[in-house]
């Protein structure tokens, strides 16, 4: 079945910084990923479609110069939080559509998480 | 705007059934997903809805009313490894850009 790889799984970085979180689809290819962010005991919050060879779309109150969204080839979708603050220590989850979709997921892969720690 | 609803907490006994709702209030639908996540973990695909009734998948049924914008996740025999948060979501628009809106999950403990 589809699989989607998501690295790393935890990080504590120091405000201020950057840090860059990947999303591998490892056996199909993903003209669309998805990243979500979540906070303790809330939903999954959608910030923005990331689309191959062009722009990502993001939702509305998500800054997209804090956080950059590259998806340079079908199989990998990056993820950057630039000049981190504490109040972006989230946990940040990649989602691709896999075109193949069938009745195992729908469609929808979700990779393993990022916990994101700013200190 | 777009709006799903769900129960924050359920408690349940090992052994029982439990139905968790699910209500939405979507600018479009094209289909209804029930996902399982554990605790610092991604979500796991349980079922999924987009015709009106019942489709059931071992101890686990999802049951859809389009016309009500009503779901709801029935969990039967439950084991203590089924305490997690279940988070219901919805599929506004198909083709590539058809994301998914999410409730804010509901946390379901099941004791002995």
């Known amino acids: 079945g589809a699989v989607v790889s998501q690295h790393p799984s935890r990080v504590i970085c120091k405000s201020g910084t950057s840090v860059k979180i990947e999303c591998r689809s490892l056996?199909?290819?993903?003209?669309?990923m998805f990243w979500y962010r979540q906070f303790p005991k809330q939903s999954l919050m959608l910030m923005a479609t990331?689309?191959?060879?062009?722009?990502?779309?993001?939702e509305q109150g998500v800054e997209k110069d804090k956080f950059l969204i590259n998806h340079a080839s079908l199989t990998l979708s990056t993820l950057t939080v630039t000049s981190a603050h504490p109040e972006d220590s989230s946990f940040y989850i990649c989602?691709?559509?896999?075109?193949?979709?069938?009745?195992?997921?729908?469609?929808?892969?979700f990779g393993s998480g990022t916990r994101l720690t700013v200190v | 705007g777009q709006n799903i609803d769900q129960p924050t907490e359920m408690t349940a006994t090992e052994g029982a059934i439990v139905q968790i709702n699910c209500t939405y209030q979507?600018?479009?639908?094209?289909?209804l997903f029930w996902y399982q996540q554990h605790a610092g973990e991604a979500p796991t695909f349980l079922s999924y809805?987009?015709?009106?009734g019942l489709e059931e998948k071992g101890r686990f049924s999802s049951f859809l009313s389009r016309s009500k914008g009503y779901s709801y996740l029935l969990l039967k025999e439950l084991q203590m490894k089924d305490s997690a948060s279940y988070l219901c979501?919805?599929?506004?628009?198909?083709?590539?850009?058809?994301?998914?809106?999410f409730g804010k999950g509901t946390k379901l403990s099941v004791k002995p």
């Open positions: 989602s691709a559509r896999d075109p193949r979709q069938g009745e195992a997921n729908y469609g929808y892969t």
């Open positions: 056996d199909f290819q993903a003209t669309t």
């Open positions: 990331s689309n191959e060879g062009s722009k990502a779309t993001y």
């Open positions: 979507t600018s479009g639908f094209n289909g």
């Open positions: 809805n987009v015709l009106d």
């Open positions: 979501a919805v599929r506004a628009y198909g083709g590539s850009q058809g994301n998914l809106i």
